[in-house]
Protein backbone atom coordinates (compact mmCIF):
# COMPACT_ATOMS: atom_id res chain seq x y z
CA UNK A 1 0.00 0.00 0.00
CA UNK A 2 0.91 3.80 -0.78
CA UNK A 3 0.14 6.34 1.52
CA UNK A 4 -1.14 9.50 -0.44
CA UNK A 5 -2.02 12.77 0.89
CA UNK A 6 -3.76 15.20 -1.37
CA UNK A 7 -3.80 19.10 -0.90
CA UNK A 8 -4.52 22.40 -2.89
CA UNK A 9 -8.31 22.27 -3.05
CA UNK A 10 -10.48 25.18 -2.19
CA UNK A 11 -13.22 27.91 -3.33
CA UNK A 12 -12.75 29.60 -6.77
CA UNK A 13 -14.79 31.24 -9.15
CA UNK A 14 -15.89 30.19 -12.31
CA UNK A 15 -13.20 30.58 -14.95
CA UNK A 16 -10.29 30.35 -12.44
CA UNK A 17 -7.35 27.71 -11.38
CA UNK A 18 -6.44 25.56 -9.25
CA UNK A 19 -3.97 23.02 -8.49
CA UNK A 20 -3.99 19.85 -6.76
CA UNK A 21 -1.29 17.98 -5.45
CA UNK A 22 -0.48 14.61 -4.65
CA UNK A 23 2.06 13.30 -2.25
CA UNK A 24 3.27 9.67 -2.19
CA UNK A 25 4.98 7.44 0.06
CA UNK A 26 8.06 5.06 -0.79
CA UNK A 27 10.85 4.37 -2.36
CA UNK A 28 9.71 3.29 -6.04
CA UNK A 29 7.12 6.15 -7.20
CA UNK A 30 8.49 6.21 -10.28
CA UNK A 31 6.43 2.64 -11.30
CA UNK A 32 3.13 3.72 -9.81
CA UNK A 33 0.19 4.66 -12.13
CA UNK A 34 -1.12 7.70 -10.85
CA UNK A 35 -4.84 9.12 -11.41
CA UNK A 36 -6.92 11.99 -10.23
CA UNK A 37 -11.17 11.19 -9.61
CA UNK A 38 -13.98 13.13 -8.43
CA UNK A 39 -17.31 12.88 -6.78
CA UNK A 40 -20.18 15.06 -6.48
CA UNK A 41 -22.91 15.06 -3.95
CA UNK A 42 -25.37 12.01 -5.09
CA UNK A 43 -22.85 10.82 -8.04
CA UNK A 44 -20.96 8.25 -8.53
CA UNK A 45 -16.91 8.63 -8.39
CA UNK A 46 -15.47 9.36 -11.70
CA UNK A 47 -12.25 9.23 -13.40
CA UNK A 48 -10.74 12.66 -14.02
CA UNK A 49 -7.29 11.79 -15.59
CA UNK A 50 -4.43 8.73 -15.09
CA UNK A 51 -0.70 9.22 -15.83
CA UNK A 52 1.73 6.51 -16.37
CA UNK A 53 5.52 6.06 -15.34
CA UNK A 54 6.59 9.29 -17.09
CA UNK A 55 4.42 12.36 -18.56
CA UNK A 56 4.03 11.55 -22.12
CA UNK A 57 1.70 8.86 -21.35
CA UNK A 58 -1.89 10.40 -19.86
CA UNK A 59 -5.32 9.99 -20.07
CA UNK A 60 -8.18 12.19 -19.83
CA UNK A 61 -12.01 12.66 -19.27
CA UNK A 62 -13.57 14.05 -22.18
CA UNK A 63 -15.14 16.62 -19.76
CA UNK A 64 -11.45 18.16 -18.57
CA UNK A 65 -9.59 17.51 -21.74
CA UNK A 66 -8.13 21.04 -22.71
CA UNK A 67 -8.47 22.52 -19.28
CA UNK A 68 -7.17 20.11 -16.88
CA UNK A 69 -3.87 19.08 -17.20
CA UNK A 70 -2.21 16.26 -14.97
CA UNK A 71 1.62 15.49 -14.52
CA UNK A 72 4.32 14.10 -12.24
CA UNK A 73 7.21 14.78 -10.13
CA UNK A 74 9.22 11.65 -9.97
CA UNK A 75 12.03 13.09 -7.43
CA UNK A 76 9.47 14.78 -5.01
CA UNK A 77 7.28 11.53 -5.29
CA UNK A 78 4.37 13.95 -6.60
CA UNK A 79 1.72 14.25 -8.82
CA UNK A 80 -0.33 17.29 -9.90
CA UNK A 81 -3.41 18.32 -11.55
CA UNK A 82 -3.73 21.36 -12.76
CA UNK A 83 -6.98 22.78 -13.54
CA UNK A 84 -7.97 25.63 -15.28
CA UNK A 85 -11.19 27.28 -16.97
CA UNK A 86 -13.26 25.68 -13.94
CA UNK A 87 -16.70 25.36 -14.03
CA UNK A 88 -19.37 25.17 -11.65
CA UNK A 89 -20.11 21.30 -12.53
CA UNK A 90 -16.29 20.65 -11.33
CA UNK A 91 -17.22 20.86 -8.04
CA UNK A 92 -16.45 18.03 -6.16
CA UNK A 93 -13.80 15.90 -3.76
CA UNK A 94 -11.17 14.83 -5.84
CA UNK A 95 -9.61 11.99 -5.07
CA UNK A 96 -5.84 10.94 -5.89
CA UNK A 97 -5.08 6.96 -6.62
CA UNK A 98 -2.12 5.03 -7.39
CA UNK A 99 -1.41 1.36 -8.43
CA UNK A 100 1.67 0.28 -8.88
CA UNK A 101 2.32 -1.88 -12.83
CA UNK A 102 4.45 -3.43 -14.75
CA UNK A 103 4.38 -1.57 -17.74
CA UNK A 104 5.85 1.74 -18.37
CA UNK A 105 2.83 2.31 -21.20
CA UNK A 106 0.06 0.80 -19.33
CA UNK A 107 -1.93 3.66 -17.97
CA UNK A 108 -5.45 2.43 -15.52
CA UNK A 109 -8.35 4.60 -16.04
CA UNK A 110 -10.90 2.82 -13.96
CA UNK A 111 -10.79 3.41 -10.57
CA UNK A 112 -11.24 -0.72 -9.62
CA UNK A 113 -7.84 -0.58 -11.28
CA UNK A 114 -6.58 1.54 -8.79
CA UNK A 115 -5.33 -0.26 -5.08
CA UNK A 116 -4.35 2.94 -3.24
CA UNK A 117 -6.53 6.03 -2.39
CA UNK A 118 -6.03 9.16 -0.53
CA UNK A 119 -8.43 11.03 1.82
CA UNK A 120 -9.81 13.72 -0.65
CA UNK A 121 -9.61 17.22 -1.23
CA UNK A 122 -12.82 19.67 -1.55
CA UNK A 123 -13.01 22.11 -4.37
CA UNK A 124 -15.94 24.21 -5.01
CA UNK A 125 -16.21 26.16 -8.18
CA UNK A 126 -19.20 28.88 -7.40
CA UNK A 127 -20.89 31.06 -10.31
Known amino acids: QVQLVESGGGLVQAGGSLRLSCAAS????????MGWFRQAPGKERETVAA????????YYADSVKGRFTISRDNAKNTVYLQMNSLKPEDTAVYYC????????????????????WGQGTQVTVSS
Open 51 to 58: IGWSSGNS
Open 26 to 33: GRTFSTLA
Open 97 to 116: AAERTGSSRYVPMRAPDFGS
